[in-house]
């Protein structure tokens, strides 16, 4: 079972370094998110502090949204999500496995580069640690709800927008805690209630999402 | 061992079939019948319980496939019309991805020679989108050699494959049946098998006649 987990999970990060121009587009849409704001609203470090928080989260709450599609899209049209469902390992160890490797390859991604970002909007440096943690707590929240949004819409034409629908109202605590807990930060505030928080959401959506997941790719393949 | 029991599918409002039964034993080999739209497709998804049907249930062993999924599974193989196969990935590595999804670890030798038996010596590094339709559904067979499976679900196995390629298929048929294997199985190509082998119209369980006088 974890050997399956396992080879999945591997399968989906080599297929994915295999084609690197989609590897990179969920980093280079947050980079340009928030590089595109000071140029818009206002350069002065006031206005950078006071917006940083939301337009940093809300790029990478969009950037793992749009790179959603691809989590069971490729599996779904080449017949390979059929197979995962026909074997004999339990589906939700496997669904874990595509959605440990979505994360791997857009929330990681994003954490990791947050630091320079904070640095672009003028944030304080304890903020940015926050900025870090939470995102690192926050963003595989999103790759694992967004999975019960793509199993439900991945047979339906241009699911796009339906996709959006069911997933984006799941993803507003995430949102408002995540980019509260660094606003709350910048003025020096504890910020442990918002951090505890979101990892309660994490544990939540890690012990429910992968279950959810796979009843609806069950539904989405009884067609 | 495979038993179907008052089976009913509708699909789009439309009856595909009812109240079908039938069973499959061990060295049975069974092709499914009909004209295109009747339902093979259907029926084949739901014996391998990706789909549900309407009514009816399928049973594995004397056990509904929905109660013990995990025992279905490691002894059946399902093949369908999509290739199953990724362009990024290598040959070999198709057939190992397949592979590790049932969990099987088999050696890289046997690997090989069951590419080389269906044709695709050689070919062990090429990537899945260098290949022709034919070698994408040749890597399927191999799969399904490998898999070890009792029960084959073959889903028009016999698409884009040429002569040989046709053969081979009714080779790997006749020795799989010998070794106590079923097979279950829809096709349009003639299929020459030499041995015993059920058919089923599918078509017959259609009841039209009572579906025009609802």
Redesign the interface.
Known sequence: MLKAYYYLLMRDLRLAFRSRHELANPLIFFVLVVTLFPLAVSPTTEALRTMAPGVIWVSALLAVLLSLDRLFKQDFEDGSLDQLMLSPNPLVVLVLAKVTAHWFLTGLPLVLIAPLLGLFMALPDESVEVLVYSLLLGTPVLSLIGAIGVSLTVAVNRGGVLLSLIVLPLYIPVLIFGANAVDVAMDGLPVRGQLFFLAAVLALALSLAPLATAVALRITASR | MLEIRALECIRDDRLLFSDLNFSLSAGEVMQVEGPNGCGKTSLL?IV?????PEEGEVLWQGESIRHN???Y??N???I???????G??TVL?NVR??L????L?IDAKTTEAALARVGLAGFEDVPGKALSSGQRRRILLAFVELAGAKLWILDEPLTALDVQGVALMESMILEHRAAGGSVMFTTHHGMQLDCDMRSIELSAYSHADWQERD
């Open positions: 998804r391998c319980g990706l789909r549900q999924r995990e025992d599974y490691a059946m193989v399902y369908g019309h999509l290739p199953c196969i990724k990024d990935l590595e991805a397949l590790d999804t049932r969990s670890s």
